[in-house]
């Protein structure tokens, strides 16, 4: 796989092309590598003894969270990665292929506000870190819970809005976790939330109509 700054230029942040971006100090680069894996090792916490057969993860990027998934469900369920960039998901699916782990993932282009899945069909729909680069939070989160079983479970992560060199993208480019949680239990979801210095976790289940 590339460099993340290769990749990251392939990115789609609200429907745009990401600008390459310039240098990143070290110190920053070390503390967004150590918050990367305390949200992979979060996830992993969370999706830990699920019995879930279709997995979904929304928002592919750099394959970190897929690799997750397929490494955690590898014969036991079917992982879905969707993101809107032809380049990002061509990159990961090279990542993938060298891990072994390609035949348990499917990868589709498609735009978290325009998921082409039947509803109801997954289990377990995780979002790491992508919540930012949606066009509408609203809309996007709206197909999430469509496209989860009633009683299914979701789990998602992002930056929190804080204006840091730290967090990738200006504050207001996020939406604060408590307004992700009030959207998400107009939609029948109930919510957990919990706040890290940089990011945020939510965690949930579907109820039943």
Known sequence: MGSNESLSSQFLHKDQRMRRSSHIPPQVGKIRDRVQRRVENAMRRNILGSDARRVLDVGTGFGSNVRLLAQEFKGKARVWSIDPSSGVLREVRHMLRADGLLEHVKLIQAKAEEMPFDDGFFTLVTSAM??????????????????????????LTDWRPLASEIVPHRARDFARPERICRILSRLGVSTRLRRYHYWYMVRGNKTSD
Not at 140 to 149: T, Y
């Open 130 to 155: 992508s919540i930012h680069h949606f066009v509408s939070a609203q809309d996007g989160l709206s197909e999430m819970v469509r496209v989860l079983a009633d009683k299914g479970r979701l789990v």
